[in-house]
T-cell receptor, first 116, second 110 residues
Framework: DAGVTQSPTHLIKTRGQHVTLRCSPISGHKSVSWYQQVLGQGPQFIFQYYEKEERGRGNFPDRFSARQFPNYSSELNVNALLLGDSALYLC???????????????FGPGTRLTVT | LAKTTQPISMDSYEGQEVNITCSHNNIATNDYITWYQQFPSQGPRFIIQGYKTKVTNEVASLFIPADRKSSTLSLPRVSLSDTAVYYCLVGPLGSYKLIFGSGTRLLVRP
């Protein structure tokens, strides 16, 4: 079975631009979460979507937005990019949003975003 | 959510047993302890989860004392491929988000 897939793998943008990152969850998983990982730190929670609805949001500015589609894939959008947005953006999927194994999330390989 | 404290880094040699301890003094009654592993340029991978005493799977063992204020991830007979960052997370099963700290960077030497 395919794992979580993310595209693109790498991306270079300039300050002020907009970026869209994409994620396809494991087949059958209905929940998608997004994390930002700055070099040398652990991943930081951005959003969780379950059944196309936002279930949670981390401490990120409104420049960050996301959505989930009927096929449970998801997009993360970041507007007005700043240098500090340079990071690895990770997508994780799980079957349910709050069940026994909620803490077992399956991560994709990430998208490496560089803002210059 | 409970805050966790782990060593920043650890060194070991192939074939040795590695124990990584995590402190979580403010753990709540309904919190579980979960460990993730992350290799460079990859997303974290679930290793093991437990609530109390001992849990063992094909990859690792997790030891949790009675007061649950700490936990120890035990990796038996490590190999070079176990070089990674290991994260200890604490939270309720119903939580929709994972709270990662800075993790422990394990370096396994030949």
């Amino acid at each position: 079975d395919a794992g979580v897939t993310q595209s693109p793998t790498h991306l270079i943008k300039t300050r002020g631009q907009h970026v869209t990152l994409r994620c396809s969850p494991i087949s059958g998983h209905k929940s998608v979460s997004w994390y930002q990982q700055v070099l040398g730190q652990g991943p930081q929670f951005i959003f969780q979507y379950y059944e196309k609805e936002e279930r949670g949001r981390g401490n990120f500015p409104d420049r960050f937005s996301a959505r989930q589609f009927p096929n449970y894939s998801s997009e993360l959008n970041v507007n007005a990019l700043l240098l500090g947005d340079s990071a690895l953006y990770l997508c994780a999927s799980s079957f349910l949003a709050g069940a026994d194994r909620a803490y077992e999330q399956y991560f994709g390989p990430g998208t490496r975003l560089t803002v210059t | 959510l409970a805050k966790t404290t782990q060593p920043i880094s650890m060194d070991s040699y192939e074939g040795q047993e590695v124990n990584i301890t995590c402190s979580h003094n403010n753990i709540a009654t309904n919190d579980y302890i979960t460990w993730y592993q992350q290799f460079p340029s990859q997303g974290p991978r679930f290793i093991i989860q437990g609530y109390k005493t001992k849990v063992t799977n094909e990859v690792a063992s997790l030891f949790i004392p009675a007061d649950r204020k700490s936990s120890t991830l035990s990796l038996p007979r490590v190999s070079l491929s176990d070089t990674a960052v290991y994260y200890c997370l604490v939270g309720p099963l119903g939580s929709y988000k994972l709270i990662f700290g800075s993790g422990t960077r394990l370096l396994v030497r030949p």
